[in-house]
């Protein structure tokens, strides 16, 4: 990659000034690649060749070849599979392992998607008599994507391959600090026949071509996911027009055990959704809530797992890689001496620790018991920190957990059939798991937040829908 990452109606190009973004690995803090630094004026471009493939030839390919397409693409993501896997760990500075399963991810939403493209339809409305009425679900025409850094492939796969699959073309703003796997699957779209100007990126940075993209007036639906601040300006910016948006954002989603719970199948996943990728997952279970009478033993048995842990540089594929920057790193360090500051209780850190100094890399901490009250509780760190909090029966279980600003996703861990409805009825959050963990999975479930986690549906059949619209059109015919 030499910092010629614009991809525009259907060609690679640089930015108009030449200039670039450094390409940092994680794990060495080394410069190893530069993307373009595209920004308004090329993000104009983008949108224009959009619209262009819209009128002229997106929105008269039949569904069923649209789904074949994506289909297709799905099939040379797989074809590929361990050479994006490789870019996304080095990229991300995710475990090997993880990145793998981010690469199948994207190649089932054009597999999950491709499928569905010739099953999304309107309906017919009931009305009075004479008349024929039909609620018609259309694509929007352009819709503008703000993808984050610590999911590429996987968040490429659940907006793009959804909005492409609806009849949308595409322009995609991705994060710069990791993006080279959405890079290479460009190529791939192409090889599998998406018309050029279908799908077009734009790399650079937030307040330039991202703020560009939120704000542009021929843009009919921003797809967001990302930070609740970054969100806010995005929805300002897409407000001037009008344009709707989806706004997918962070979260503290607690994971609560119940006495009667089954320990030993909630412990790996327990500890599981807050490790992945570093913590940096915007569903990561980082509150457990356990309840008082085996508090010690949770407790005791995370420490264990957390002290096990192995962190060192993705390619080694260790249970936790470094964090995506130095930036990055220091926010979250910046938590743990602020915790350490106020003597919250340490209950374990992660034991090994190899890769070279000039790696990001944040040990994993587990801090127990800590009060509803510390922003650890409530903030989102977005890092390797777990906090565990004792609760006294359900309705106290249930006021912690609705504590905070977010509501993301919840875990339910109870064999009581009428708690795990009660509790899933009462939580606020966009998905709840029972006995189970699904952080980052489920090309099949809708996703999304309330509260300050954001709204709006990706993945699934909802997802699909939410970048369609309706027309109602009514005939008279007496
Ligand atoms: P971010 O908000 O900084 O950036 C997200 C994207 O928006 C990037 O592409 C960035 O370049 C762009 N951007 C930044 N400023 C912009 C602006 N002014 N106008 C338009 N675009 C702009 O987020 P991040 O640091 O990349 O990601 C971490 C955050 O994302 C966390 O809060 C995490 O919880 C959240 N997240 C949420 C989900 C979800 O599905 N709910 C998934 C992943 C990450």
Redesign the pocket.
């Known amino acids: 990659m030499d910092g010629t990452t614009l991809f525009i109606d259907g060609r690679w190009r640089s930015a108009a000034d030449g200039e670039t973004i450094p390409v940092v690995d994680p794990s060495t803090g080394e410069t190893f690649s530069a993307l373009s630094r595209g920004r308004a004026a090329e993000i104009d471009d983008a949108v224009a060749a959009a619209r262009r493939a819209y009128d002229t030839v997106w929105r008269r390919v039949s569904p069923v070849e649209r789904g074949r397409i994506l289909a297709r693409f799905g099939e040379l993501i797989q074809r590929d599979h361990e050479r994006i896997a490789e870019l996304e760990c080095r990229d991300v500075g995710k475990p090997l392992a993880q990145a793998q399963k981010d690469i199948t991810a994207a190649s089932r939403y054009c597999e999950f998607y491709g499928g569905a493209a010739d099953k999304l339809h309107g309906e017919t409305l009931p009305y009075e008599a004479g008349y024929t009425v039909l609620a018609l679900r259309e694509p929007f025409g352009v819709t503008g994507h703000?993808?984050?850094?610590?999911?590429p492939a996987q968040?490429f796969g659940r907006s793009v391959i959804a909005s492409l699959a609806a009849g949308n073309t595409v322009v995609v703003?991705?994060?710069?600090?990791a993006c080279l796997s959405i890079l290479a699957m460009v190529d791939l779209a192409m090889e599998a026949g998406l018309p050029e100007g279908v799908l077009n990126v734009v790399t650079?940075?937030?307040?330039e071509?991202?703020?560009a993209?939120?704000g542009h007036r021929d843009v009919n639906h921003i797809s967001?996911?990302?930070?609740?601040?970054?969100?806010t300006?995005?929805q300002q910016?897409a407000a001037v027009h009008n344009v709707p948006a989806t706004m997918?954002?962070?979260?503290k989603s607690p994971q609560i055990i119940f006495a009667d719970a089954d320990l030993e199948a909630a412990l790996p996943v327990l500890y599981g959704a807050l490790v992945q990728n570093a913590g940096?997952?915007?569903?990561a279970g980082s509150r457990i809530l356990v309840q008082r009478s085996r508090f010690d033993e949770v407790v005791s048995a995370l420490s264990a797992r957390f002290e096990a842990t192995r962190v060192g540089p993705a390619m080694e594929d260790p249970d936790v890689g470094p964090l995506i920057s130095a930036r990055?790193a220091e926010r979250v360090k910046a938590f743990i001496e602020r915790a350490e500051q106020s003597e919250l209780p340490v209950a374990a850190v992660a034991g090994t620790a190899t890769g070279p100094e000039s790696g990001f890399y944040v040990r994993p901490q587990l801090f127990a018991p800590v009060d509803p009250a510390n922003e650890l509780s409530h903030q989102?760190v977005?890092g390797p920190v777990l906090v565990a909090t004792p609760f006294d029966d359900e309705a106290h279980a249930l006021q912690l957990a609705n504590a905070t600003d977010y509501g993301?996703v919840a875990g339910v861990w109870t064999a009581d059939g009428g708690r795990q409805l009660r509790m899933s009825h009462a939580l606020e959050a966009g998905q709840v798991f029972v006995n189970c963990y699904g952080a980052g999975g489920g090309v099949e479930l809708p996703?999304?937040?309330v509260k300050r986690?954001?709204y709006g549906r990706?993945k699934g059949m909802e997802g699909l829908k939410s970048f369609t619209r309706i027309k109602t059109v009514a005939v008279h015919h007496g």
Do not use: H, R
């Open positions: 703000l993808i984050p850094w610590n999911y968040m703003k991705p994060g710069e600090d650079g940075f937030g307040n071509a991202g703020a993209l939120a967001f996911t990302g930070s609740p601040a970054t969100g300006l995005v910016a997918e954002l962070g979260g940096q997952t915007c569903s990055q989102e977005f993301l996703f999304g937040g986690s954001g990706e």
